[in-house]
């Protein structure tokens, strides 16, 4: 009876550390996508600022450059924040 009793108790405590590390790996997962997802939109948002600095203002190509790297260094910055 004792040793049944230690075996359940052994796998119940086995399996609770399985379940423990599976959610962790879950959560790492769903911030990797959130920051992935980040990144992606920063793209579009980075060409589209370009795109409208190209065509409304008065700036030369450079300076549109320079706007479209802030651009996607704050989109980098978020996604680090969300990633760690």
């Not at 119940?12 to 962790?24: E, Y």
């Amino acid at each position: 009876m004792k040793r049944s009793i230690k075996t359940a108790l052994i796998v119940t405590i086995f399996a609770s550390l399985c379940s423990v590390s599976t959610a962790h790996a879950t959560k790492q997962s769903r911030e990797r996508q959130q920051a992935r997802d980040v990144r992606q939109d920063t793209r579009e948002k980075a060409r589209e600022t370009k795109q409208d600095c190209v065509s409304k203002d008065n700036k030369s190509n450079q300076d549109c450059r320079q706007d479209k790297r802030q651009t996607k260094q704050d989109g980098r910055q978020e996604a680090r924040r969300i990633k760690y």
